[in-house]
């Protein structure tokens, strides 16, 4: 049973006892008695009952100042160094022998401190936080009512209703709250209010604000690479960047411990430095990014390392076909361990990739002439372009050569022609070749008129600095020669033909005119004939010289 249900039982009783014997009624006043702890309370107790010689008092443990009555029916009292939290007061009146008695129950309070909320931290976008907000030593507690606010907005209330406690209570009020960016610069606040009405008892009180800073930084920041091959001195530009921050990035990248310059972009999201290094080694590049309260970092390994011209060296630039020629391609003391040489001749490829000192050896050839050596050098790892040693010419020399093919060993010419001698020799130096035959000679390739008197076998020499090759050619020249004999008797049988053929003329000729006279003889005697039968036969009418 709750301890205000006996009073309340008792007044019943007594009400409906009083309304059976006589009517009166038995008040205190105030009705509702709040007293601050260790503080003092003037209370009335007043019946309604009409006999003068009517009698009561009030009980109460407290220590009691009896005060002047204004009237009848009325016993006044202060009650004073109230240290109970809750206590009951009796206020009794006795009334033609009758006796009422009512009570109310005396609630002592602590005036409401400030309440104090909890510094609330940086807190990240999306981030939940609980908001604490202490009350301290409340009494009553049930009358208590604690109100979060974000701005203007409330975020929670807390009352205490329930809370039969009368002594004082440390009272904590939480609230989850999930930041947001928009939270920036917000107060957050928290209100206590100790209401004991009906009384006119009113505290109401808020704690200091608590500005709510919010950051937004979800992601590691990222460095452009995470393997830097540089070259000892040599620069480069390295970025640090994030995706999203909130409020400005702070960047800082440094380099073996060493903070480098900065240069950040107008968003503000992008850092770049310039990185180098004078010695050689593997340092760390570190990027830190600090968001309010939040640092992130990111590492890179920056491997500097020396990488210096590589200095090729060979036997000879001018060997002999088929010699062997050697060479050294090395990188001067202090380079990096990880870099790598080759050697190459032209497109050959001499001395595959291996670390300094590059030695090799390679049997020169006719294919190896005005090539150029190169050595480069090479970082094994990392996409650094390769560097060339100064490139040696190669020119190999070869002894004078001759074959089938170059200078055939027999040659056809016709008398009269224009004609070369074909010989060709190869070799470096580029050989001169002379041919010669019984002390005339020729060279080979100029044009000349071939006569009979070539025919025969000349001897070629081709020869350069290195030597000579020797070579035979048998020259054959076609003529045709003419017959003395066979052109006197041509001439004979010709002279001869004419002589036969101008007799055979004459003959011809004396006999056609022979025949010619004989027939104009007999022409004329015929027409002598006729011309006499004419003159016989004139009458027939015929005129002379009408005949065809
Ligand atoms: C009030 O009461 C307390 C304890 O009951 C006592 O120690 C104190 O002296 C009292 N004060 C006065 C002013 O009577
Ligand atoms: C205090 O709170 C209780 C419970 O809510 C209520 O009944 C009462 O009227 C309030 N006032 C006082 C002075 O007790
Ligand atoms: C508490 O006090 C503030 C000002 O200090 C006032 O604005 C507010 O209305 C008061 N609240 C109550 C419930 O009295
Ligand atoms: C790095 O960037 C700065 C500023 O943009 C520029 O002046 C500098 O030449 C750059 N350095 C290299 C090595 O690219
Ligand atoms: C290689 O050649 C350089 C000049 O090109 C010369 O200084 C050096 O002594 C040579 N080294 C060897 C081992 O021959
Ligand atoms: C040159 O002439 C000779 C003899 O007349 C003949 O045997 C040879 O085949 C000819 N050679 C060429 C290349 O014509």
Redesign the pocket.
């Known amino acids: 049973m709750r301890p205000a249900a006996l009073p309340l039982l008792l007044c019943a009783v007594t009400v409906l006892a009083g309304r059976l014997h006589a009517s009166f009624e038995v008040f205190i006043e105030p009705p509702?008695l709040?007293v601050e702890h260790g503080g003092a309370v003037r209370l009335k107790c007043r019946t309604t009952c009409q006999d003068p010689s009517a009698t009561g008092d009030v009980e109460t443990s407290f220590f009691k100042h009896r005060l002047e009555a204004s009237g009848q029916g009325e016993t006044v009292v202060e009650l004073r160094n109230i240290t109970e939290w809750s206590s009951n007061i009796l206020c009794f009146y006795s009334c033609n022998k009758q006796r009422k008695t009512v009570s109310a129950t005396l609630?002592a309070?602590r005036p409401l401190e400030q309440a104090v909320l909890e510094p609330v931290p940086q807190l990240a976008v999306g981030e939940s936080h609980e908001l604490v907000c202490r009350v301290p030593r409340v009494a009553?507690v049930?009358?208590l009512t604690v109100i979060l606010r974000r701005g203007a907005t409330t975020l929670h209330t807390a009352?205490f209703?329930l809370r039969a406690e009368n002594k004082p209570q440390d009272v904590e009020v939480t609230h989850v709250v999930t930041a947001r960016r928009e939270d920036q610069g917000q107060s957050i606040t928290c209100q206590a209010l100790l209401?004991?009405?009906?009384?006119n008892?009113h505290f109401n009180t808020t704690s200091s604000p608590q500005v709510l800073d919010v950051y937004d930084f979800p992601e590691d920041p990222k460095l452009e690479m995470s393997e830097i091959y540089l070259e000892t001195d040599e620069k480069i530009n390295i970025s640090c960047s994030v995706r999203q921050a909130f409020p400005a990035a702070l960047f800082e990248l440094s380099l073996a411990g060493h903070p480098l310059p900065l240069h950040v972009t107008e968003d503000g999201l992008r850092a770049v430095a310039e990185v180098s290094h004078a010695q050689q080694g593997k340092f760390g590049l570190v990027c830190s990014v600090r968001v309010g309260p939040k640092e992130r970092q990111k590492q890179a390994s920056v491997h500097v390392y020396s990488f210096p011209q590589p200095q090729l060296n060979v036997s000879t630039s001018v060997p002999m076909e088929g010699t062997e020629v050697t060479g050294r391609c090395v990188l001067p003391p202090g380079h990096s361990p990880d870099l790598q040489l080759q050697v190459t001749a032209g497109p050959r490829v001499l001395a595959a990739w291996g670390p300094s000192p590059l030695v090799f050896a390679w049997t020169a050839s006719e294919e190896d002439d005005d090539t150029k050596l190169v050595c480069e050098a090479r970082m094994r790892a990392g996409n650094k372009p390769t560097k060339r040693s100064t490139p040696v010419g190669l020119s190999v020399t070869a002894l004078p050569r001759m074959d089938d093919r170059s200078c055939p060993p027999s040659q056809n010419w016709t008398e009269g022609e224009e004609v070369t001698l074909r010989c060709q020799a190869r070799g470096n130096p580029r050989p001169h070749v002379a041919c010669d035959k019984d002390g005339t000679s020729i060279t080979p390739g100029l044009r000349h008129v071939a006569t009979r008197a070539h025919s025969g076998t000349f001897r070629c020499r081709a020869s350069n600095a290195l030597g000579t090759a020797e070579r035979s050619i048998t020259v054959w020249v076609q003529y045709h020669d003419v017959d003395v004999v066979l052109i006197v008797v041509l001439v004979l049988v010709a002279l001869g033909a004419l002589v036969i053929a101008g007799v055979v003329y004459g003959i011809y000729y004396r006999k056609k005119k022979m025949r010619e006279y004989q027939l104009q003889k007999q022409q004329r005697r015929m027409e002598m004939e006729r011309l006499r039968s004419e003159e016989t036969v004139g009458i027939n009418g015929s005129a002379p010289g009408s005949q065809p």
């Open positions: 509702v709040v609630i309070y009553p049930r009358n009352t209703e209401d004991l009405r009906p009384s008892v």
